[in-house]
């Protein structure tokens, strides 16, 4: 440790006169000085306190704090005069390896978590066996007690919440659980700024068990705090718990914070209390404080579901949607209700809604006039075009699946998205609209973009090539829909693997928009990048650069690409320019590319992501671990906030991420990062996806390198299955590797064969 923690702070100030160095007499006597006052606030008098001087470099002054693991002093750091908080493991040499080992690991978690509302770990170390360490001291109160002392508004109390889901949330984003949520473990400074304290329960989500967690398995107990328990916690299966679990105690939180009661009883016997966690129905937050509107509402029971999945699925959606509501958006808790966001958007836009309105009574009018003139539906629909009738249809079978949500149907209200488009596809593929060609290539191509944007590429791909057949059909070769649906099923194909025919749509895709649209069409440009990133998909940069440039030069010369558009092409060519060791071009191009991304989206965007990742991307390269972290984190923040953890770009993320700290030689933090890409790729990819195996790829090489070879053979097994006969590189690699894992199992004839077949022929 350095000898001097707090130099980071370029606010702290030495209060003594330049000159004139402060002695350890003063030291002492100033240390004194805030103990007396202390005492005579009326605070009890301090139990066994050590000597002033019993921490190095440290001067105590209190005890703030005594609980069951550790005891709380405060302290003076000698050299800035910083007052710090000083933890100390009560038992000292006596504690148990267990203690020591949830003492340290509190150490460790904190050291990694830097954010300004997380209290900061900034020195550790022994004394006569006793083990401590120093963090921020933050003067000011509990969250409980500082509710109870400030009269707050509802938007007041949702504004402080939300700092301290963020402050959660980037634990999430390390991989920290807290498990021990509660008022008593957030601290309120004196400007009003949350901070969280005590991570001495908290779990790094590994997916393996720490001692406490066996120790909860064998005794049916739970970790943490009983009236802000989860129920997962209360049935004592830590296999159970993650980061919904800190989204349970976040919710009974903040209904005390907005109420002042628990959700539930929480007083008398434990197994009473157990089974209120387990299975009472929290009581209406409104009927406690009648304030507490419909949304605020939503929120907190959302937060306090007894099922996981029901739940807001990390803090930072939470915070999201805390955020939303004192913006006045639509919360994505309601999103189900369409005459909620109808409501929402109409408030918000009031002006403009109003003269929509006065359109609509006009345009309604107009229709029951026209209604009287033309008696009979069918003669006026006679009257319209065949483009006309089909979007007339198409407008029907939208108002069908809008009415999926409907209770009365049989249809739970919590119908997401994607089940909608499930609906839809059933539907069609139940040849509903067979007699409508025109109708139905229409609605594939809705549905197949909607799984597009969902991240579901393997459900997507039947859908646009349907629609893609019946454009074609109706509407010829060469019409606009049918060059949409080719273009958008080409990077479907280009983003499951299927790279040969994804080349062939798109140049036919190419060569058509380029006929009918011209060179400078932004949809030609957009499927010149998509071309160019298939050839670095195959690492053919040599053909790729030229595309990107073309595409730079059309835009440059009047051609109608959007100036996001060119700030992907931007970022895909400095890729491929840093993949050629073309850094300064490629440095420029990164640059200019998330320059522009932050001035088109001021709010989170998957783009600026993906800008992050690329020079990331970069900055590894150019041997720069720190920078490129900084950007990799970047990334991984804005994902969180637009994106499901499961979506493939945040699965490409977490393996991009895990092959950085590999490089670095962090196996554990790599083997972090590469099992969640493994369980959600699981969870959303067929069992045969090359995006899956070269996943397990990864996650195999890293258990060799931390010698569990036995764990890692089956998933090299896997890998090297999926990828024969795909792309040889990739499946060279997953080769080598398994080679590499037998012969550490001591399978050495197998392991020879295999790299036998990485010998060239002849």
């Given at each position: 440790m350095?000898?001097?923690?707090?130099?980071?702070?370029?606010?702290?100030?030495?209060?003594?006169?330049?000159?004139?160095?402060?002695?350890?007499?003063?030291?002492?006597?100033?240390?004194?000085?805030?103990?007396?006052?202390?005492?005579?606030?009326?605070?009890?008098?301090?139990?066994?306190?050590?000597?002033?001087?019993?921490?190095?470099?440290?001067?105590?002054?209190?005890?703030?704090?005594?609980?069951?693991?550790?005891?709380?002093y405060q302290a003076i750091h000698k050299t800035t005069k910083r007052k710090v908080a000083i933890k100390v493991m009560i038992e000292g040499a006596l504690a148990s390896t267990r203690e020591r080992t949830r003492f340290e690991r509190e150490v460790e978690i904190l050291a990694q978590l830097d954010h300004p509302n997380i209290v900061d770990v900034l020195d550790s170390g022994a004394v006569e066996g006793r083990f401590y360490y120093v963090m921020d001291y933050i003067s000011g109160s509990t969250l409980d007690v500082w509710i109870s002392q400030h009269d707050l508004s509802i938007a007041e109390v949702l504004e402080l919440f939300g700092k301290i889901c963020e402050a959660v949330n980037a634990a999430?984003?390390?991989?920290?659980?807290?498990?021990?949520?509660?008022?008593?473990?957030?601290?309120?400074?004196?400007?009003?700024?949350?901070?969280?304290?005590?991570?001495?329960?908290?779990?790094?989500?590994?997916?393996?068990?720490?001692?406490?967690?066996?120790?909860?398995?064998?005794?049916?107990?739970?970790?943490?705090?009983?009236?802000?328990?989860?129920?997962?916690?209360?049935?004592?299966?830590?296999?159970?718990?993650?980061?919904?679990?800190?989204?349970?105690?976040?919710?009974v939180t903040l209904y005390q914070m907005l109420t002042g009661r628990f959700p539930?009883?929480?007083?008398?016997?434990?197994?009473?209390?157990?089974?209120?966690?387990?299975?009472?129905?929290?009581?209406?937050?409104?009927?406690?404080?009648?304030?507490?509107?419909?949304?605020?509402?939503?929120?907190?029971?959302?937060?306090?579901?007894?099922?996981?999945?029901?739940?807001?699925?990390?803090?930072?959606d939470l915070a999201r949607d805390i955020a939303h509501y004192l913006r006045g958006d639509p919360i994505e808790a309601k999103r189900d209700s369409g005459w909620y966001v109808l409501r929402?958007?109409?408030?918000?836009?009031?002006?403009?809604?109003s003269a929509a309105a006065i359109m609509l009574v006009m345009l309604v009018g107009f229709a029951v006039g026209m209604s009287v003139l033309n008696s009979q539906k069918a003669r006026a629909l006679d009257d319209l075009g065949a483009e006309s009738r089909a979007r007339?249809?198409?407008?029907?079978?939208?108002?069908?699946?809008?009415?999926?949500?409907?209770?009365?149907?049989?249809?739970?209200?919590?119908?997401?998205?994607?089940?909608?488009?499930?609906?839809?596809?059933?539907?069609?593929?139940?040849?509903?609209?067979?007699?409508?060609?025109?109708?139905?290539?229409?609605?594939?191509?809705?549905?197949?973009?909607?799984?597009?944007?969902?991240?579901?590429?393997?459900?997507?791909?039947?859908?646009?090539?349907?629609?893609?057949?019946?454009?074609e059909l109706v509407s010829g070769t060469d019409s606009e829909n049918t060059l949409r649906a080719r273009h958008l099923l080409a990077v479907v194909l280009r983003n499951t693997g299927q790279l040969d025919e994804a080349h062939q749509r798109l140049t036919d895709a190419r060569a058509q928009a380029e006929r009918v649209l011209g060179p400078d069409d932004e949809r030609t440009l957009q499927i010149l990048n998509d071309l160019a990133q298939l050839h670095k998909l195959?690492?053919?940069?040599?053909?790729?650069?030229?595309?990107?440039?073309?595409?730079?030069?059309?835009?440059?010369?009047?051609g109608e690409a959007a100036p996001e558009m060119l700030a992907v092409?931007?970022?895909?060519?400095?890729?491929?320019?840093?993949?050629?060791?073309?850094i300064v071009e490629a440095d420029a191009m990164f640059a200019t590319s998330i320059k522009a991304f932050v001035a088109?989206?001021?709010?989170?965007?998957?783009?600026?992501?993906?800008?992050?990742?690329?020079?990331?991307?970069?900055?590894?390269?150019?041997?720069?671990?720190?920078?490129?972290?900084?950007?990799?984190?970047?990334?991984?923040?804005?994902?969180?906030?637009?994106?499901?953890?499961?979506?493939?770009?945040?699965?490409?993320?977490?393996?991009?991420?895990?092959?950085?700290?590999?490089?670095?030689?962090?196996?554990?933090?790599?083997?972090?990062?590469?099992?969640?890409?493994?369980?959600?790729?699981?969870?959303?990819?067929?069992?045969?996806?090359?995006?899956l195996a070269w996943y397990r790829r990864w996650l195999g090489m890293t258990l060799v390198s931390l010698d569990r070879a036995a764990e890692a053979k089956p998933l090299l097994e896997q890998a090297v299955g999926a990828l024969r006969g795909g792309r040889p590189d990739l499946e060279r690699s997953a080769i080598a590797e398994l080679a590499k894992c037998l012969e550490a199992l001591g399978e050495t004839e197998r392991a020879a064969e295999l790299r036998a077949e990485l010998e060239p022929e002849g």
């Open positions: 350095p000898e001097d923690p707090t130099n980071k702070d370029p606010t702290n100030e030495d209060p003594t006169k330049p000159g004139n160095p402060p002695s350890a007499d003063d030291d002492l006597i100033a240390a004194a000085q805030m103990a007396a006052q202390a005492r005579s606030d009326g605070l009890p008098p301090e139990p066994e306190l050590p000597p002033l001087d019993y921490f190095p470099g440290y001067i105590l002054a209190r005890e703030i704090h005594r609980g069951g693991q550790g005891i709380v999430h984003l390390k991989g920290v659980i807290h498990r021990d949520i509660k008022p008593a473990n957030v601290r309120v400074d004196a400007n009003g700024e949350p901070h969280i304290v005590d991570f001495g329960l908290a779990r790094i989500a590994t997916g393996s068990l720490s001692d406490d967690d066996r120790l909860m398995t064998l005794t049916g107990q739970f970790i943490g705090s009983l009236p802000w328990a989860s129920p997962e916690q209360a049935q004592g299966i830590p296999s159970m718990i993650d980061v919904r679990t800190d989204v349970y105690s976040l919710g539930y009883q929480v007083a008398g016997n434990m197994r009473d209390v157990l089974d209120n966690i387990l299975r009472a129905e929290p009581a209406r937050p409104s009927t406690v404080r009648r304030q507490i509107n419909d949304e605020v509402e939503t929120i907190v029971l959302k937060c306090l579901s007894k099922e996981r999945d029901r739940r807001y699925q990390n803090a930072g929402k958007t109409a408030k918000r836009y009031r002006g403009v809604v007339l249809a198409i407008i029907e079978e939208l108002e069908r699946w809008l009415e999926a949500p409907d209770p009365t149907l049989g249809v739970g209200k919590d119908i997401t998205m994607r089940e909608v488009a499930d609906r839809a596809a059933a539907r069609l593929d139940a040849e509903a609209l067979a007699d409508q060609p025109r109708v139905e290539a229409s609605l594939r191509a809705i549905i197949g973009r909607t799984y597009f944007n969902l991240g579901e590429w393997q459900k997507a791909e039947p859908q646009l090539r349907r629609a893609h057949e019946l454009h195959r690492g053919e940069h040599a053909e790729a650069i030229p595309l990107y440039r073309l595409v730079l030069e059309h835009a440059e010369n009047g092409v931007r970022g895909n060519l400095g890729e491929s320019l840093a993949q050629i060791g073309e088109a989206h001021p709010e989170p965007h998957p783009d600026t992501a993906r800008a992050r990742i690329r020079y990331a991307t970069l900055l590894k390269q150019t041997n720069q671990p720190e920078a490129a972290r900084h950007e990799y984190q970047a990334a991984f923040e804005i994902f969180d906030h637009t994106l499901d953890a499961t979506h493939p770009d945040v699965l490409a993320l977490r393996t991009q991420f895990g092959a950085f700290l590999y490089s670095l030689g962090d196996f554990d933090a790599a083997l972090e990062s590469f099992t969640i890409a493994v369980e959600g790729a699981e969870a959303t990819e067929p069992p045969g996806s090359a995006r």
